[in-house]
């Protein structure tokens, strides 16, 4: 029999690929069909694995097959991605179940004819596991198409991705970057300093067999290092959140008595952080487009208790439902989420470089609707968890060319932002220069007329 866990995966594998769902949905199910806690671990871990390593895998699988993977039926495809990243990345994992476990899988996936060819590209990685055929670090970086085959084939991204990076940093900062986002993220927490402090929160967690260190440039984040804080309930002392998500409402900097809006709010995290930035005073009007991320922000909002904040649906076009009354706006804009590719792996695999142009051509609307509800003297902020320029610097120029009752303030080295304002005076974060996601803001200020 099949173990349950590797049958979820399989499932969850391929819907994504399908296109029919993203990871976080295709893990959800998987949790809905898997009672034990160890299958469900499990079962995340194999997906999140499989798409990580999901080009690697594939160029093996060409390899050991001698056949392309467009020739290959999906079913087949999935089972062998999933079943060669246990293989080659789960120590704990037994080869002989993984291998027959593929076999059954093949069978009940109606495919009996693939079995012996699927159980044969296995045993022949198994063979070679020490010496797989990857492409080799170059020699000489300078050698492009050798550093793209090594950074792109070897540590898995897509190769119009690595090529930008390339261009920019150059070979030894991508390698970081793409080891980075190989690594498995550790569980970080923003403390609700409308709750607690950072030393508090500490104690609380310890207590529960939680142990976690202060996070390097989040003055109010927690990074995990024992124990399960999601087992704990749901009582608002803190909530999961990227580092580098949480200096974002930093260069908003709101203050006391303020009016607000965080434009795109959902699920809520930088909208609690900046209510305790503000003393929970003031007004800040947290709002979003779709029902679904509107429930998120209100289950946030209901944890963490915040006075301050109300919640309001915007429409997704036209003018939104304010007067120019706010001291600041933060749009926190949808974007490729490229920077979150260690955490979320399939999305190397779902965004195209002809994605950008799009993107930023929404971004750049959203920033001119967000404008006008902006008071003179007050701040707009612009950010997105994107690497990519096009998102970045190429919206803020394209906004303020539109607007000449903006203009872009230079962010300033404060000692909570210290080391993540480049020269430019942009908020930029990246993984080989602060181990952190890809996260950009930049701020502006309407002028008084």
């Not at 070679?128 to 792109?152: E, F, I, S, T, V």
């Not at 220069?433 to 200020?445: C, D, I, R, S, Y």
Request: net charge positive; charged share 25%; with cysteine.
């Amino acid at each position: 029999m099949t173990a349950p866990a590797r049958t979820a995966a399989y499932h969850a594998v391929r819907a994504i690929a399908a296109g029919r769902v993203d990871l976080p949905d295709a893990l959800s199910t998987s949790r809905q069909h898997l009672e034990d806690e160890r299958d469900r671990s499990l079962a995340a871990g194999i997906v999140t694995g499989t798409l990580r390593w999901q080009r690697s895998l594939d160029h093996l699988i060409e390899q050991f097959s001698k056949r392309r993977i467009g020739k290959l039926d999906p079913e087949v495809v999935a089972i062998l991605r999933l079943s060669l990243y246990q293989l080659l990345h789960l120590d704990r994992v037994p080869a002989s179940a993984v291998v027959d476990d593929a076999v059954d899988l093949t069978r009940a996936a109606r495919k009996p004819s693939a079995s012996g060819f699927v159980n044969a590209v296995l045993r022949a990685t198994l063979r070679q596991r020490h010496k797989l055929p990857l492409p080799p670090r170059p020699a000489d970086p300078r050698d492009r198409d050798a550093a793209l085959a090594y950074l792109g084939i070897t540590h898995s991204h897509p190769e119009w991705l690595v090529a930008r990076w390339l261009d920019r940093y150059g070979f030894e900062a991508t390698e970081r970057w793409v080891q980075f986002n190989n690594d498995t993220p550790p569980l970080t927490l923003r403390v609700n300093t409308l709750r607690s402090t950072r030393d508090a929160a500490i104690a609380t967690l310890a207590a529960d067999d939680v142990e976690t260190e202060p996070t390097r440039f989040a003055p109010d984040g927690l990074v995990v290092t024992r124990g399960n804080p999601l087992r704990r309930p749901a009582d608002g002392l803190a909530f999961v959140q990227d580092e580098a998500s949480q200096l974002v409402p930093l260069v908003v900097a709101a203050s006391p008595g303020e009016r607000v809006l965080d434009l795109c709010a959902s699920p809520g995290r930088k909208t609690i952080a900046m209510a305790a930035d503000m003393k929970d005073t003031g007004v800040i009007v947290a709002s979003d487009v779709r029902e679904k991320r509107l429930t998120l922000l209100q289950d946030t909002i209901r944890a963490a208790r915040p006075r301050s904040v109300s919640v309001v649906r915007v429409p997704t076009t036209g003018a939104l439902p304010f007067g120019p009354r706010f001291d600041a706006v933060l749009v926190d804009a949808p974007c490729s989420g490229l920077g979150t590719i260690r955490r979320d792996p399939d999305i190397r695999w779902r965004r195209r470089e002809q994605d950008l142009p799009v993107l930023a051509g929404d971004q750049v609307g959203l920033l001119t609707r967000a404008a006008d509800v902006v008071k003179p003297g007050g701040r707009l902020v612009y950010a997105t968890c994107s690497s990519e320029p096009d998102e970045n610097d190429a919206v803020v120029a394209a906004f303020l060319a539109s607007r000449s009752d903006f203009r872009r303030v230079r962010l300033h080295a404060s000692a909570t932002l210290e080391h993540v304002i480049d020269k430019e005076g942009f908020f930029r974060t990246t993984p080989p220069e602060h181990g952190l996601e890809a996260f950009f803001a930049a701020a502006m200020v309407r002028l008084s007329t």
